[in-house]
């Protein structure tokens, strides 16, 4: 059974950096898109950012010039580095795979449990 597993995830001070990142385990033979999603306390999920497996990305205007999101395809693993960092990107971070082709067979999506990411002085 494919599974998902951030790391990367803490405290930071305003303007900092960190990287998260994904790593997907089990039988892959491949995932169409991934993607980094958030949630504020009392918010909805939002998409930060995407990946398809050919390398088109897409991000949330919010993160535009400050997020970079990468893959790589053979590891199954996703990235996403987060520059100047803002206190309004405190969220628990998800990632998710959509399209996933394993040895059990095609999954629609798959969710990680989240990584806390904490941004204060």
């Known amino acids: 059974q494919v599974q998902l597993v951030e790391s990367g995830g803490g405290l930071v001070q305003p303007g900092g950096s960190l990287r998260l990142s994904c790593a997907a385990s089990g039988t892959i033979f491949s995932i169409n898109r991934m993607a980094w999603y958030r949630q504020a306390p009392g918010k909805e999920r939002e998409l930060v950012a995407a990946?398809?497996?050919?390398?088109?990305?897409n991000y949330a205007d919010s993160v535009k010039g400050r997020f970079t999101i990468s893959r790589d395809n053979a590891k199954n693993t996703v990235s996403l580095q987060m520059n100047s960092l803002k206190p309004e990107d405190t969220s628990v971070y998800y990632c998710?795979?959509?399209?996933?082709?394993?040895?059990?067979?095609?999954?629609?999506?798959?969710w990680g449990p989240g990584t806390l990411v904490t941004v204060s002085s």
């Open positions: 998710n795979a959509v399209g996933v082709v394993g040895g059990s067979g095609w999954r629609p999506e798959v």
């Open positions: 990946i398809t497996s050919g390398g088109r990305t």
